[in-house]
């Protein structure tokens, strides 16, 4: 019980002691590594992969503890915040809803919120700048395949060109689904934080096309390449730690890896 009562210095102490409430879970459920790789006093992009309901509990709650109570705001949608108790919970970590879905709920649905004027990369890349940290399930839903990754889209890759912050990969398995040959709905889960990855290169590349006239089409398409190919790059390194696999034919990093920490440079050509 030594862990649970470790420093929140972000937090009043109201806060702590539910964080530490929310977190006793955890201690029972989550075997975590690499908990080192977590930048306690950084701007970040935390991506993970998406499995089940259980883990968008129960992972923001992990996370935001060993940040000694940051805040990370999670890209969720909408309706999430519109659900008692849970809404209240969601609000607490100052969510980024993305507001294009529907509610399959009609109750709900009729108290959707109007949409932001900015979009769901403008908002990720304002509060990055502002500081603050976000987390994002790349995949965009749950992805209860036991075996393979589901392709991702591409804002987190914009985000990470457009703000240069680091981007740090945390895999989800449950090694349960190895024996069911599906993800379950409650069982035990690891965590795998991965080491920052950087961007440097392709991010210089990307703000000259943005600022040098990113509005022209050649250009747009040429930023879109990058961004899907950082994407690519993440979803390959959550592959190797979460346990699925992933395969996208259409990306130019299909079967190889691009990063840059600080452990190792290496850097693979501009895809455009």
Not at 54 to 66: A, D, I, K, W, Y
Request: proline share 8%; glycine share 8%; net charge positive.
């Amino acid at each position: 019980m030594q862990t649970l009562f470790r420093p929140l210095p972000y937090l009043t102490f109201p806060k702590a002691l539910l964080l530490r409430l929310l977190m006793v879970p955890n201690l029972f459920l989550n075997r975590a590594t690499g908990v080192e790789n977590l930048m306690q006093s950084t701007s970040a992009i935390y991506v993970f992969n998406h499995n089940n309901a259980l883990e968008s509990l129960l992972v923001p709650v992990f996370l935001m503890f060993h940040l000694g109570g940051r805040t990370v705001s999670f890209v969720i949608d909408w309706m999430y915040g519109k659900i008692p108790v849970l809404g209240w919970l969601m609000r607490l970590t100052d969510p980024l809803y993305v507001y294009h879905k529907r509610s399959t709920v009609s109750l709900i649905e009729r108290r959707r919120p109007a949409s932001p004027s900015s979009g769901v990369v403008e908002r990720c890349c304002a509060r990055l700048e502002e500081g603050g940290c976000i987390g994002i399930f790349p995949e965009g839903k749950r992805n209860p395949h036991p075996e393979r990754l589901a392709r991702a889209k591409p804002g987190v890759g914009h985000i990470a060109l457009q703000t240069g912050k680091p981007v740090i990969p945390v895999g989800i398995d449950f090694p349960l689904r190895r024996q069911k040959g599906r993800i379950p709905v409650f069982g035990r889960m690891v965590l795998t934080v991965g080491v920052p990855l950087y961007f440097p290169e392709w991010s210089e590349r990307y703000l000259a096309l943005k600022t040098g006239g990113g509005k022209d089409a050649e250009s747009r398409r040429q930023m879109h390449a990058l961004a899907e190919a950082v994407t690519s790059a993440l979803m390959q390194k959550l592959s190797t730690l979460c346990g699925k696999t992933f395969g996208d034919p259409q990306s130019p990093l299909s079967g190889s890896f691009a990063y840059n920490h600080t452990t190792s440079k290496k850097e693979l050509p501009c895809p455009v």
